[in-house]
């Protein structure tokens, strides 16, 4: 569930830094999903709406661009997580 803003805009970043909360609680284990392009294209949604330190973001989008890309990525978010799972599920699967 993300915030909407009154203009409509859907504000996903604390969703997102939750996710990447959980996702250091076992970064080693995600370096399996990070090592492959198409990983990296799943989890780009989230990543997207991250900033370092100094307030950039880390999706190397412009200030001017920046507002349609957080749009875009925050749209595909909720295609993007369930290919994660989907993910993980298959691997746990070989597991058993």
């Known amino acids: 569930m993300f915030w ?23 970064k080693d284990q995600w370096g399996e999903l990070m090592a492959t392009e198409a990983g990296q294209d799943l989890i780009f949604p989230i990543l997207a709406h991250l900033f370092d330190n100094d307030g950039h973001s880390l999706s190397g989008a412009s200030k001017a ?4 890309m957080l ?13 994660i799972y989907t993910f993980w599920q298959a691997k746990r699967s070989k597991l058993q």
Do not use: H
């Open 4 to 26: 909407e803003r009154d203009d409509g805009n859907v504000v996903a970043m604390d969703w997102c830094e939750g996710f990447m909360d959980a996702y250091a609680l076992r």
């Open 65 to 68: 661009e920046l507002p349609a």
């Open 71 to 83: 749009d875009e990525a925050a749209s595909l978010i909720p295609v993007s997580v369930p290919k």
